[in-house]
C-alpha cells in the first residue's frame, strides 16, 4: 500500500510542478511558489513513508 501512495504522490509533484510553471507564466508568482513549496511537502511525505515502508519490510523480515 505504501508504495501505491508514493506513486500516487510522485504523480501529483508532476502535476504540481506543471501547474506551478503556468502560473508564473501568468504573472501568479505567489500562487507559483505556493504550489512549489505544496509539491516539496509532498517529496518530504514521500521520505518517510519510504522509511516506514523499510522498517515495515525489515520488521517482516526478521519474523
Do not use: T
Not at 511537502?41 to 519490510?57: M, P, Q, S, T, W
Amino acid at each position: 500500500m505504501i508504495e501505491h501512495w508514493i506513486e500516487h504522490n510522485d504523480s501529483h509533484i508532476k502535476s504540481f510542478r506543471e501547474w506551478a510553471q503556468k502560473a508564473k507564466k501568468d504573472g501568479f508568482l505567489e500562487a507559483s511558489e505556493d504550489i512549489l513549496e505544496a509539491a516539496s511537502k509532498v517529496e518530504e511525505a514521500n521520505k518517510l513513508l519510504d522509511k516506514a515502508r523499510e522498517g515495515l519490510f525489515h520488521l517482516h523480515s526478521h519474523k
